[in-house]
């Protein structure tokens, strides 16, 4: 047996006072851009994926979403600030609307967003539960600035009858043709590498077209440069960076050293020949019998060190001088200054924990999170602010996320002055400054 025990990265051995930290127990990869690794560069690989000639992997070995998904559920921060992203995006929930031009008392003009019930739209929404639908396409587009929509037409493929969402991470774009079209989409359960029977071709959404395929998917994307096929979201660099590993690695350290605290009190150095010495017949004995004499040996130390009765007694050991007069190692007993006592590794969790937050765009306030310290959880007008801050910030991701019902209106001849927003969450402090008790405010809109 090693004798080893594990904590994640982490590893200690008994009757050892060292630890060993593991930096390849997470899987760290170069994340490609997508231009270099799907535009036709050769590029030697030991296996083949299956389908690489159809597809355009989602990162070099066609696992990148997967991947980040468990890297971000390893932290106890970033999944919740997503979540926070995603509440924040989606917001009171859609509302359809129409603009109006209104002259002001001083004869300038503004915009009002007049709130309006559709019939066609309410009928599409309820047979489809697009609440439902549009929450994991923002949860997609918020987790890895990428999402997919299936769209199903009618028998005359007139109008557009149903729409789904499509998972991201099951999701994989074709190759682009010759044009820089991307005109096919896979989906599978099994990527990386399907079975051939084991994937689905669609066709994707062509705006050249005035009438789409009987079932045809929408690409959602925040863009990104340099990247023609998956855009990478804003907060993937804190994964490259590192920063979210060190968030992982600070609980397991911690967990170590719990666990271990007595043998990490001390270093006993034990010289090399000290064995042949003390056993002339060392060299002849088992392995069983030299594990056997050792770990008595190690009790009987561990006994020495820890046992209260010996309290103020003195150690002695002896050790050779060689022709020179230069000493030769003998047993030393080392104090381990401990590195990762109480508290110690606050400062580094926060620092990652903040990097987290400010790559993912959630100010700290907002999931409860306060400048290491400070006292209380931060002041109502802090928290008010920064949350009307990321919900005006919104305003671009919301637009995206939209773009399918806007072009299931136009699609399906709805009223074209019908305009889609997410409603606004709106929280005044007091009643009495909420005097426009039926004001609306939408987001969203393009």
């Known amino acids: 047996m090693s004798g080893w025990k594990h904590y994640g990265p982490v590893a200690i051995r008994d009757g050892a006072s060292y630890m060993v930290t593991d930096h390849g127990f997470y899987s760290t990869q170069e994340v490609p851009g997508d231009r270099t690794e799907n535009r036709g560069v050769t590029t030697t690989e030991p296996m083949p994926l299956v389908g690489a000639t159809l597809w355009s992997n989602w990162g070099s070995d066609n696992k990148l979403p997967e991947q980040r998904r468990l890297e971000v559920m390893k932290s106890t921060v970033a999944p919740r600030a997503l979540q926070t992203r995603q509440d924040v995006h989606f917001g009171g929930g859609i509302v359809t609307f129409k603009r109006e031009l209104v002259e002001g ?21 309820r047979k489809n539960d697009i609440l439902h639908t549009m929450r994991r396409v923002i949860m997609d587009y918020e987790w890895f600035a990428n999402a997919f929509v299936q769209m199903i037409t009618s028998r005359d493929q007139t109008k557009i009858t149903n729409f789904y969402h499509q998972q991201a991470t099951h999701t994989r774009l074709a190759k682009m043709d010759k044009e820089g079209r991307i005109r096919k989409c896979y989906y599978s359960y099994n990527f990386p590498s399907p079975s051939k029977k084991h994937y689905k071709e669609f066709d994707m959404l062509d705006h050249t077209k005035q009438q789409q395929s009987k079932l045809f998917v929408m690409h959602i994307e925040n863009p990104m440069p340099g990247h023609d096929y998956y855009p990478l979201p804003t907060w993937d660099g804190v994964v490259q960076s590192g920063w979210l590993e060190i968030a992982h690695l600070v609980p397991f350290l911690k967990k170590a050293v719990l666990k271990n605290q007595i043998s990490l009190k001390y270093h006993v150095h034990i010289p090399s020949n000290y064995w042949q010495s003390l056993y002339p017949d060392w060299e002849s004995k088992t392995v069983e019998d030299k594990l056997a004499k050792k770990n008595e040996f190690y009790d009987s130390i561990n006994k020495f060190l820890t046992d209260l009765e ?5 150690f002695f050991s002896e050790f050779k001088i060689d022709m020179e007069g230069k000493a030769q190692p003998g047993f030393k007993i080392e104090v381990i200054d401990n590195k990762l006592k109480d508290g110690q590794l606050l400062p580094d969790s926060f620092g990652a924990n903040t990097e987290i937050l400010w790559a993912i765009g959630v100010n700290p306030v907002l999931i409860g999170m306060v400048p290491s310290g400070s006292m209380g959880a931060g002041s109502g007008s802090n928290i008010r602010e920064a949350f009307h801050t990321l919900q005006a910030l919104m305003a671009a991701d919301r637009a995206a996320t939209l773009a399918p019902l806007r072009f299931i209106r136009d699609y399906n001849g709805w009223d074209p002055e019908m305009e889609f927003g997410y409603l606004d969450i709106q929280t005044w402090q007091t009643l009495n400054q909420s005097k426009e008790k039926g004001k609306e405010a939408i987001d969203g809109t393009d």
């Open 105 to 125: 008392p001083n004869g300038q003009m503004s915009i009002k967003k007049v709130l309006q019930r559709f019939d066609e739209y309410e009928a599409f929404a």
């Open 310 to 314: 010996n309290t103020g007694k003195s």
